[in-house]
């Protein structure tokens, strides 16, 4: 029996499925693939489009007449939040770290062109908590003037949010069977946690329908996730229970829980020069555009893990690259071309 999501509030937000790329050997002589979630569509793609549909679903379905989310200054997830109200006619409030730049660029530009209000809250991009409190008294002043508002955390991080990437696990394996192909590792960059909770949602509610499974590596790019926050396999497990009573069996444990923490660098947000040195591998190798704050540090860990002699020789390992290309157009966010 197939896991099956009809059951669910969703909205239609993102262009899938994207499609899973081959890509080069790596190091050891493992098979690269690329799964190309930077190409969900809504407003210039990325993994939180999954993320929304199930977002926004709930949202319309409770009434909400306007979306409030948080981030850093630069947030993809905010900007794509921004898209989804305009393709859903609801009105949207995203609060950022640092200060309103005099010249928008990047996220923040696409944000606003979209119909986005910035508010700037002048913390640190690594201070979510600061941020969550910025957002949690903007929702409060929003119903106060009836707006109705459904406020997202960081990262649409929650167990409804989460079932974006349950279905996107599901997806990847039709894709394996159509493809003739088993990967042992599916690698992908994790920030707020709820990706890597629904790829392991997504994974457990396989394992209960008698399904190969590949295991799940996340490369930890913000603070929190390295030291356990969110707690992923009970967000996980909250997930698996929104997706449906045909899975009692299905559960994650502590144990599921991959996430390694060496590629942060100084923190969150900060450019690393191996992350650097992913984006020139990537952008050489298959005309792939990986940001500094996520998708560079994520296959920088992937390309470590390989040089490491983490993949067999001919296994295939597959890297969910998860969008954050405007980023590269924000002052900072070009990566260093020396040593190209």
Same mark, same amino acid.
């Given at each position: 029996m197939q896991v099956v999501f009809d059951h669910l509030e969703r909205a239609s937000l993102a262009t899938l499925p994207t499609a899973l790329e081959l890509g080069p050997l790596l190091d050891g002589g493992a098979q690269l693939w690329v799964k190309r979630d930077d190409l969900t569509g809504l407003g210039g793609g990325g993994n939180k489009a999954r993320k929304l549909e199930f977002l926004c679903g709930d949202a319309l379905a409770s009434g909400a007449r306007s979306l409030v989310t948080v981030g850093a200054g630069q947030s993809n997830h905010c900007r794509m939040t921004?898209? =989804?109200?305009?393709?859903? %006619?609801?009105?949207?409030?995203?609060?950022?770290?640092? #200060?309103?730049?005099?010249?928008?660029?990047?996220?923040?530009? &696409?944000?606003?062109?979209?119909?986005?209000?910035?508010?700037?809250? %002048?913390a640190e991009e690594s201070h979510w908590g600061e941020?969550?409190?910025?957002?949690?008294? &903007?929702? +409060?002043?929003?119903?106060?003037?009836?707006?109705? *508002?459904?406020?997202?955390?960081?990262?649409?991080?929650?167990? /409804?949010? @989460? &079932?974006?990437? +349950?279905?996107?696990?599901?997806?990847?394996? #039709?894709?394996? #069977?159509?493809? %003739?192909?088993?990967?042992?590792?599916?690698?992908?960059?994790? !920030? !707020?946690?709820?990706?890597? =909770?629904?790829?392991?949602?997504?994974?457990?509610? =396989?394992?209960?329908?008698?399904? /190969?499974?590949?295991?799940?590596?996340?490369?930890?790019?913000?603070?929190? /996730?390295?030291?356990?926050? *969110? #707690?992923?396999?009970?967000? @996980?497990?909250?997930?698996?229970?929104?997706?449906?009573?045909?899975?009692?069996?299905? !559960? /994650?444990s502590e144990r599921d829980v991959e996430v390694d923490t060496r590629w942060i660098g100084e923190d969150y947000a900060i450019p690393t020069d191996a992350g650097d040195e992913a984006i020139r591998w990537a952008a050489g190798r298959g005309g792939w555009i990986l940001d500094r704050t996520y998708s560079g540090k994520g296959l920088s860990g992937l390309l470590g893990l390989a040089a490491e002699g983490r993949f067999a020789e001919d296994s295939d390992v597959v890297f969910i690259h998860t969008g954050g290309w405007p980023a590269l157009f924000a002052p900072g966010g070009a990566p260093l071309l020396s040593g190209s």
């Open positions: 921004a898209a =989804a109200g305009a393709k859903l %006619g609801l009105e949207v409030h995203l609060v950022l770290s640092g #200060d309103q730049p005099s010249v928008l660029t990047g996220n923040q530009l &696409l944000s606003t062109l979209f119909g986005a209000q910035l508010h700037f809250t %002048g941020l969550e409190i910025a957002r949690e008294s &903007l929702t +409060a002043e929003l119903s106060a003037e009836g707006l109705s *508002p459904y406020a997202i955390p960081i990262g649409g991080s929650t167990s /409804v949010g @989460a &079932l974006g990437y +349950a279905v996107a696990f599901i997806e990847l394996l #039709d894709q394996f #069977d159509e493809a %003739g192909i088993a990967p042992s590792t599916v690698v992908f960059t994790s !920030s !707020s946690g709820g990706t890597h =909770a629904g790829l392991l949602a997504g994974r457990a509610a =396989a394992v209960a329908q008698g399904r /190969v499974v590949p295991n799940v590596v996340a490369i930890g790019v913000a603070t929190g /996730v390295n030291i356990g926050w *969110p #707690d992923v396999a009970e967000l @996980a497990n909250e997930t698996v229970m929104l997706m449906g009573k045909h899975l009692e069996s299905a !559960s /994650v």
